[in-house]
């Protein structure tokens, strides 16, 4: 009769069974409330959204300081929208009443403030107006009735187009409309997919689901309320984060958790001992695993762009519900299904296994039996391998893209934007914007006019009309506000290009000679801000990331020398998913760059996560080593953690790249790099790289302490020196 960790007997049930049924029944019912409250929250996230490129600048930056003085000259916080009307031919543009249509526009309930325009083409072939939105209206509602309204009866030979500041947000809301649908069904369809071909069982695979869906449920609520309350800045692209991030770390955990739950069913355990010695075995990789995601994502606080320090708290509240999730609903789950979680393949004691798991036929058997012969020419063939694929790097365009380009496939926003160049001056309609202080408007001015990009210029008078144009002895003064005149600049180039940010910094350079208080702001000089400020927290967080991630890693493993090959391992990986990511982008998507963002949050992801995967390795190769030995320790962690880590990896990389059924080119990005890294971390690192290292250092590895040997076999887990532990399971 075998004993358990607890020193019951299989043929026993713990002391009182039904109250530790009640209580799993009673942990399983809260859930279902937490999900029950939480799933309709994803329907009013978009009520504490903002996909305004400019509420993720920082209050510091020139472009944020802009922006708060134009909306004192506007005096309204209206966004504009930019109309572009083009026809085949000057007939056709002439058979459509411009000033009716303007005023028709002028009366929608959306616009606020006078329409300027219409403003034709010096081809005769296009006509341009500047429509104010009200600010207070949904954009992607407003730019709609604007939409809707040029759609109607337009003359034959004439296309409209809505772009601007407004006609881009409401397309991103657009493409973002999708996240809480198609995202998540793809994402939860491929895990359902891979539980089923891992398990081969009915109910398991829906527990666990359950699980990831109850921690996402319990996460948006915490997120909804963070964002209502004024505390992060939630947007579209931290939404979907999120909802990936929890379903693939939570099916993980769960993974782990089984993975020990099942060892112990086929032990003969009762369904509640084999929960508690899942519990017992599973517990601390899982939580110092999750510890060291949740640090790295905390790290992004730091961050002076608000979306990147938003996701930081946003995505360690996921961390936090899919680790509580793991170890309280699905224990719960299991404890009351019992063996039948399994049903049809129930696991089965089975008397005759190896001496060792290395000497079992599976693959990770055999992989372990690999690195035993050839440890020293494994792993500097890996990481000669890996390094030559980080050379890929220097390919990386990470310096921003034009925001028309945000949006994959077709948009209006895009399509109005290529008219507009076609047939104006590129930048008009989202000019860059100067304040200065109004004696020195006029030089500012003259000044202005010279830099090179700069199509045309004026100083602003009341209502927004240029200062001095009226009949002779009626021309208008600039507009005055505390000492401050505004000027309005058209670029040559369009506002959201790359040429168009050099003209900015062109015109900080000019205006600060005159004036050195001087701000410049606009569309362009957010973008800009946006990708100096993004260029900068790369510099600023991964030393956080790295730092904080190594004194965990030191604190678990009561190590120097493993925690610091673990970390430059990952380092790395990484940056070999980046060398390949960024020939894939450039070579098969044809993507026109990447967004300065994009490198950090890959890096965030993929050092948190692929530090999670070596620890879930190497907190079972210290385990095997106080009974067998470092080597030996390496051989049989190896193989007992083989097949759950590489499901593990396998569902994690299959949900990130889910994100890429969403239209957005940052989110798409996002979803090869990680989905990439994670499978070459779970493959090839985890399962070559840092074996084969750890074997050829042997006991060093464990520098300056080792191990404590014991005499009898490890009290937390059960494993002794001559009980085997079957291949396969962690």
Known sequence: MKLFQDGSKSGTLPAHPRVRLLVCGVLVLVWLGIAGIGGPTFGKLDQVQSNDQSSFLPASAEATRALEWQQR??????????????????????DVDLKALAARVADLDAVTGDVAGPFPSEDGRAAEMIVPLNGSVDTDQAVGQLRSLLGAGMAPGVSAYVAGPAGLTADLIGAFAGIDGILLLAALGAVLVILLLVYRSLLLPLAVLFTSVSALCAAI??????????????????????????????????????????EAVADGARRLQAVRAALRGAAAPIIASAGTVTVGLLCLVFSDLNSNKALGPIGASGIVFSVLAALTLLPALLGLLGRGAYWPLIPRHHDHVPSSPVDGAGLWARTARMVRRHPRRLWIATAVVLLAGCAGITQLQATGVPQSELVLGQTESADGQDALARHFDAGAGSPATVIVESDRGEAVLERVKGVDGVAGAYLQAPGGAPAGVGAPGAETRPQVVDGHVLLSVTLSDAADSSAAQETVTALRTATHAVDPGALVGGPSAVSLDTNLTAEADLVKIIPLVLAAILVI????????????????????????????????????????????????????FLVALGVDYNIFLMTRVREESRVHGTRDGVLRGLAVTGGVISSAGIVLAATFAALGVIPIMFLVQLAFIVSFGVLLDTLVVRSLLVPALAYDLGERIWWPWKPKPLAGGDADTGHTADRPVRSGTQ
């Not at 026809?87 to 543009?93: G, Y």
């Not at 770390?249 to 739950?261: F, K, M, N």
């Open 221 to 262: 609520l915490a997120v909804f309320w963070m964002a209502k309350a004024g505390w992060i800045v939630l947007d579209g692209q931290s939404q979907g984060i999120l909802s990936i991030l929890v379903i693939g770390a939570a099916t993980d955990y769960s993974l782990l958790l089984v993975a020990r739950h099942k």
């Open 553 to 604: 890693l030191v604190l678990l493993l009561r190590s120097i020398l493993a925690p610091v090959l673990l970390v430059l391992t990952t380092v790395i990986s990484y940056g070999t998913a980046m060398g390949v990511s960024a020939l894939v982008f450039n070579g098969v998507f044809d993507f026109p760059g990447a967004d300065p963002s994009v490198p950090l949050f890959g890096f965030v």
């Open 73 to 94: 000259f506007d005096g309204s916080g209206t966004i504009p929208a930019v109309v572009v009307l083009e026809a085949t031919d000057r007939a056709a543009l002439g």
